[in-house]
């Protein structure tokens, strides 16, 4: 039987709100409740998009013919993952392959975690350069998230060519967790993360409940 008395659960998702806009979900968000006719009880109809709040975009995201959510193995979204804590970055900084390799952390088949330690404003925030991308594919990494401390993408990029990090992430299986919270109240590197998203067939993408789970040192 597990003792859930040994571990810590770090909730990383972001609460939502349909009264409430924030960054990273100031997308449509809307509950009418309703009864179910035989037994009286209550039901929601929700009406959103796949991108709301915490979520997990998946290959289809960015290129149609490609796997959507409900055809990559459930294995990709629960596993050992390892938080790579950014510092020393300046403003509007790429986060190269250099940055991510300094402490060592990133295993084969790891969920990689990224968090700039240093708060910068929306407009000023670092991000992934493509060199780093393509650094996590070679490292084997099955899934990456970023909390709201970087951009994925350079910022301001026009189409069609402004999404290159999703390129290389996706096209290479990989998919991409945004808007994590909570990333500064993990007291180890390495934990268990469980991000399950829905199995809707067709989604590009789906909103997860993600945890992380800390084994106490004492046990």
């Given at each position: 039987?597990?003792?859930l008395s040994?571990?810590?659960?770090?909730?990383?998702s972001?609460?939502?709100?349909?009264r409430?806009q924030?960054?990273?979900?100031?997308?449509?968000?809307?509950?009418?409740?309703?009864?179910?006719?035989?037994?009286?009880?209550?039901m929601?109809?929700?009406?959103t998009v796949?991108?709301?709040?915490?979520?997990?975009?998946?290959?289809?995201?960015?290129?149609?013919?490609?796997?959507?959510?409900?055809?990559l193995?459930i294995?990709?979204?629960?596993?050992?993952?390892?938080?790579?804590r950014?510092?020393g970055m300046?403003?509007?900084q790429?986060?190269?392959s250099t940055?991510?390799?300094?402490?060592?952390r990133?295993?084969?088949?790891?969920?990689?975690?990224?968090?700039?330690e240093?708060?910068?404003?929306q407009?000023?925030?670092?991000?992934?350069?493509?060199?780093?991308?393509k650094w996590?594919?070679k490292?084997?990494?099955k899934?990456?998230g970023?909390?709201?401390?970087?951009h994925?993408?350079?910022?301001?990029?026009?189409?069609?060519?402004?999404?290159?990090v999703?390129?290389?992430?996706l096209?290479?299986?990989?998919?991409?967790i945004?808007?994590?919270?909570?990333?500064?109240?993990?007291?180890?590197e390495?934990?268990?993360?469980?991000?399950l998203p829905?199995?809707?067939?067709?989604?590009?993408?789906?909103?997860?409940r993600?945890i992380?789970?800390?084994?106490?040192?004492?046990?």
């Amino acid at each position: 039987m597990l003792d859930l008395s040994k571990y810590r659960i770090v909730d990383l998702s972001m609460r939502c709100s349909p009264r409430r806009q924030r960054e990273g979900w100031n997308r449509r968000l809307e509950l009418k409740r309703s009864r179910i006719p035989y037994d009286n009880t209550i039901m929601h109809e929700i009406n959103t998009v796949s991108h709301i709040g915490t979520h997990v975009e998946g290959p289809s995201h960015y290129l149609a013919r490609l796997k959507d959510i409900s055809q990559l193995p459930i294995e990709i979204f629960i596993g050992e993952a390892a938080l790579l804590r950014l510092t020393g970055m300046k403003p509007n900084q790429e986060v190269k392959s250099t940055d991510l390799a300094k402490d060592g952390r990133i295993r084969r088949g790891d969920i990689a975690l990224l968090r700039v330690e240093d708060p910068f404003a929306q407009e000023e925030r670092p991000y992934l350069s493509v060199d780093g991308a393509k650094w996590l594919v070679k490292k084997g990494v099955k899934l990456i998230g970023i909390d709201r401390t970087l951009h994925l993408e350079k910022p301001g990029a026009k189409a069609p060519n402004n999404l290159p990090v999703h390129d290389v992430l996706l096209r290479n299986g990989i998919p991409i967790i945004e808007f994590l919270e909570n990333l500064d109240k993990l007291r180890r590197e390495r934990f268990i993360l469980i991000a399950l998203p829905l199995r809707i067939v067709g989604l590009d993408a789906s909103p997860v409940r993600a945890i992380a789970i800390q084994r106490i040192r004492n046990f």
